[in-house]
């Protein structure tokens, strides 16, 4: 099994900055992509950031610019550096994994979510 644990977040002001961090452990075989989701209250939810195992970073239009997604592969941990908040950045952050473990004898992959995290940006 594969655990994503969740750190960081809270509140700012507009304008302000927040940092948040996934670590993934347990019988992690590879780390491939890792993401960044956001879900509103009563809106789907939606992709914010992607980095890819070569580091290359993506980000959907309403973040791009202003937030910044990195990861230290040798500790199996990904951030999300949020710049210039915005209330409509408001919204619980999961971290998506998509990973390879050995588990019970056999190698799975799949992708696995983080515990989420509230980001609240209202002055």
């Known amino acids: 099994q594969v655990r994503l644990v969740q750190s960081g977040g809270g509140v700012a002001q507009p304008g302000g900055s927040l940092k948040i961090s996934c670590e993934a452990s347990g019988s992690i075989v590879r780390l491939y992509a890792m993401d960044w989701y956001r879900q509103a209250p009563e809106r789907q939810r939606e992709l914010v950031a992607t980095?890819?195992?070569?580091?290359?970073?993506n980000y959907s239009d309403s973040v791009k610019g202003r937030f910044t997604v990195s990861r230290d592969r040798a500790k199996n941990l990904v951030f999300l550096q949020m710049n210039s908040l915005k209330p409509e950045d408001t919204a619980i952050y999961y971290c998506?994994?998509?990973?390879?473990?050995?588990?019970?004898?056999?190698?799975?992959?799949?992708?696995?979510w983080g515990q989420g995290t509230q980001v609240t940006v209202s002055s």
């Open positions: 980095i890819t195992n070569s580091i290359t970073a």
């Open positions: 998506n994994a998509d990973a390879s473990a050995y588990v019970q004898g056999q190698y799975t992959r799949e992708r696995y």
